[in-house]
């Protein structure tokens, strides 16, 4: 895949403003793809979609193909007759600032509910619902069971003080093991809840499809994330036990991380079930087909976060309490996306996360299917990260940055670029003078712009980078499972800071042709 030389910016739909305790798919997202298109940029970069579970981490989704009802826009269910004025004036929530998920959950999901009931007995979408499902008849029904059987096991775990109600700990066995008279017994008077969590589902992708035309419209590609391993409380691992490195009681035999490294010492331990590969590749990759599919339904391009893990994976055996000891085990993936090549053409829209420990294989691996990698920016002027020092042929300075590469200033897992600024050492910021020429009045700002006029065929800035936000305004720090994915913005930019983006996209040729952005796209293939 050839990169178009053109830039974006990474900014979650959480952290958008807006009046209900969390930011959605509503209005301020289209003033956002607005504003994306008058800066002259052609991506917004999102994180996962799918609904949050541990620590509100859009990386441990309870579900590889579900939407999340908390991003639904209250105002949009209100245009489309399904929520009153009142109803969203009570909603309200008018502190503004962080995302308290404490508050927000309960309220969106109420508002959510009663769309949902609203939606059913209209029936005026019965067409439209019946398609729904029919299209997505691979994955619905089990996302259903599981979210109706979790809400109320989870109820039953919190009346009891009992602190893990995932479903291989705490669902009854016929549940959890899927025994179809166990199943038939739970959806016995359960079809009108069933119904709705599949409706909220057929919202969410309603009002996502309305954004991303808007976005196409102005010229804007979505790029979208996909985990690489999957959540074990979730909708995929009861659904498909077989896929997964699993014990008769349903319990992971070992379990995913990476080994101690720059934002860890003792590595992270992610908890994720590991896959069972031999099975995948005797389906034809057939689950994994689907799901990246299902992506790319939803995005113009792919980010597969952890791609490494698609060489190796690190395991560790469960009931490890750090990831330092493990193992990295072989994983198939040559075999998997030349499985996805088949289905989806040679041209694979796929971008490779292919940072941390990268081994031979893993570059060949991203090499031989023409995946463009990543270059993180900040890591080219951090002394601890590079392992040796300040170096110039560091690999994430921006001189050694190639066309087939998407550069980010940072990641939602760094420090912004101010925060880590202000904890740079002396010889860090040195360095920094030494590479620019010159002792920059605004660091920050310094840096995006020498992303920016890199070789690098995309460049993608965090909004936080943009706007020279410091570590109060950080998404995520790895490790830790509290505080994290709560920033927000006050208010989207205004057309000084688009006009500012704008000349230095064009300077630096970043810009879309010609003077409209709706017939363009950041990615194209070969030769065209």
Sequence with gaps: ???????????????????YGIGDLGPEAVRFVDWLADAGQSVWQVLPLGPTGYGDSPYAPFSSFAGDALLLSPELLRRDGLLTDAELERARDGRGGRVDYGRAIPAKESLARLAAERLLSSGGYAAELDAFGRANAGWLDDYCLFTAIKRERDAAAAAAGV???????????????REPEAIAAFRAGRGRELALIGAEQFLFRR???????????????????LPIFVAMDSADAWAHPELFRLDASGRPIEVAGVPPDYFSRDGQLWGNPLYDWERHEATGFEWWIARVEAALSLYDLVRV??????????????????????????APGTA?????????????????EDLGFITP??????????LPGMRILQFGFDARESGRGLDPGNPFLPHNYAPGCVAYTGTHDNDTLAGWLASASREERAFIIDYLGYDPPDPARA???????????????????LLGLGSEARMNRPGTTEGNWAWRLGSLPGPGAADRLRAMTRLYNRAPAGSSAAAERAVTAPGA
């Excluded at 990169?3 to 807006?18: C, D, E, F, N």
């Excluded at 602190?163 to 093991?177: E, T, V």
């Excluded at 294989?361 to 090499?367: G, H, I, S, Y």
């Design 1 to 19: 895949m050839r990169l178009r030389r053109s830039s974006g910016v990474l900014l979650h739909p959480t952290s958008l403003p807006g009046p």
């Design 163 to 177: 602190r893990d109600s995932s479903w291989n700990a705490y669902w009854p066995r016929g549940l959890a093991r």
């Design 207 to 225: 009002q996502w499809d309305e954004l991303r035309a808007r976005a196409a419209s102005r010229g804007v590609s979505i790029v979208g994330d």
């Design 305 to 330: 976060d952890h791609f490494r893990g698609l060489a190796a994976c690190w395991a560790v055996p469960a009931g490890r309490k750090t990831a330092r000891r493990g193992e990295w085990k072989a």
């Design 336 to 352: 998997l996306l030349s499985a996805l090549r088949a289905r989806l053409g040679d041209e694979l829209p796929i971008l490779a």
């Design 361 to 370: 294989d893993v570059v060949e691996l991203r090499d031989r299917f023409g």
């Design 447 to 465: 840096l995006v712009r020498e992303a920016m006029k890199s070789a690098a065929g995309l460049v993608v800035v965090p909004m936080q980078d």
